[in-house]
């Protein structure tokens, strides 16, 4: 079946760090001049959605708002659904603004009924000592991800999966994960525009997020090695994509679309 709907992840797929991927831009207007629908999604929930869009357009990539998803909005759409009324302690300021923007009331006391944790690249001890009284105090505990890391121009960086780590770690506690590779952001886009799961192909550039995540929801799946895994890695972890190429600059050159 041909493929309609490209989901692309966007940390190591179309930028690294703040350097767009040689041909993003133009893989995706050749998308849309096919008539394809083109999505966003990452894990990284340290901005809201739109500034997510603007850091896009601001390497030429065309992407509109209702496009972009995040982390940071599932985990707000996550608790507003499963939680509703209760306060919520979040470490980045963009989830902080994506739970107040559903009409969540933040607490970032130690008293907090729900802990949202993910990257947060202001980080300080104060911080992780509220989220930790708060969940040893029975709050419910949610990670945006559990990646650990994530890539920038000169290598990688410790992604939200060393905060969350070490969250479990002292509280004994296992985090509810609303990021890939689980599949509620996934469902999320394919519900809201109505899409085919057979004509949807998802990008990535790391195999235990989004390969595991396309090949749980039955959606084609792509990596790119332009991020964090490497063809050697799939062999050897048994995650086999449907596609592996360089970058997304070869998907016109494909002829899968």
Same mark, same amino acid.
């Given at each position: 079946?041909? +493929?309609?709907?490209?989901?692309?992840?966007?940390?190591?797929?179309?930028?690294?760090?703040?350097?767009?991927?040689?041909?993003? @831009?133009?893989?995706?207007?050749?998308?849309?001049?096919?008539?394809?629908?083109?999505?966003?999604?990452?894990?990284?929930?340290?901005?809201?959605?739109?500034?997510?869009?603007?850091?896009?357009?601001?390497?030429?990539?065309?992407?509109?708002?209702?496009?972009?998803?995040?982390?940071?909005?599932?985990?707000?759409?996550?608790?507003?659904?499963?939680?509703?009324?209760?306060?919520?302690?979040?470490?980045?300021?963009?989830?902080?603004?994506?739970?107040?923007?559903?009409?969540?009331?933040?607490?970032?006391?130690?008293?907090?009924?729900?802990?949202?944790?993910?990257?947060?690249?202001?980080?300080?001890?104060?911080?992780?000592?509220?989220?930790?009284?708060?969940?040893?105090?029975? @709050?419910?505990? +949610?990670?945006?991800?559990?990646?650990?890391?994530?890539?920038?121009?000169?290598?990688?960086?410790?992604?939200?999966?060393?905060?969350?780590?070490?969250?479990?770690?002292?509280?004994?506690?296992?985090?509810?994960?609303?990021?890939?590779?689980?599949?509620?952001?996934?469902?999320?886009?394919?519900?809201?525009?109505?899409?085919?799961?057979?004509?949807?192909?998802?990008? =990535?550039?790391?195999?235990?997020?989004?390969?595991?995540?396309?090949?749980?929801?039955?959606?084609?799946?792509?990596?790119?090695?332009?991020?964090?895994?490497?063809?050697?890695?799939?062999?050897?972890?048994?995650?086999?994509?449907?596609? +592996?190429?360089?970058?997304?600059?070869?998907?016109?050159?494909? =002829?899968?679309?």
């Amino acid at each position: 079946m041909a +493929i309609k709907n490209v989901i692309f992840d966007m940390d190591g797929v179309m930028y690294v760090g703040r350097t767009a991927v040689p041909g993003a @831009a133009e893989t995706v207007a050749y998308l849309r001049g096919k008539g394809v629908n083109v999505f966003f999604l990452t894990n990284n929930a340290e901005k809201m959605r739109e500034e997510f869009t603007q850091k896009l357009n601001s390497f030429g990539i065309e992407a509109k708002d209702g496009e972009v998803y995040s982390s940071g909005y599932g985990a707000a759409r996550y608790v507003k659904e499963t939680y509703p009324g209760k306060t919520v302690f979040a470490f980045s300021n963009g989830t902080k603004a994506e739970m107040q923007r559903q009409g969540i009331e933040l607490d970032l006391s130690g008293k907090a009924q729900v802990v949202v944790a993910g990257l947060d690249l202001q980080i300080n001890y104060e911080k992780l000592v509220a989220a930790f009284r708060a969940i040893m105090g029975g @709050a419910e505990f +949610i990670a945006t991800n559990e990646d650990m890391a994530f890539p920038v121009e000169d290598g990688l960086k410790p992604g939200a999966g060393l905060i969350v780590a070490g969250l479990a770690a002292s509280t004994g506690r296992k985090p509810v994960n609303v990021g890939k590779p689980e599949p509620y952001l996934l469902d999320i886009i394919l519900k809201e525009h109505g899409l085919s799961k057979e004509e949807t192909l998802m990008v =990535g550039d790391r195999l235990e997020t989004d390969i595991l995540m396309a090949k749980r929801e039955g959606v084609k799946s792509m990596l790119v090695l332009s991020g964090v895994s490497c063809e050697k890695d799939a062999k050897e972890k048994g995650l086999i994509p449907d596609y +592996i190429v360089e970058s997304v600059a070869e998907i016109p050159k494909m =002829g899968i679309i």
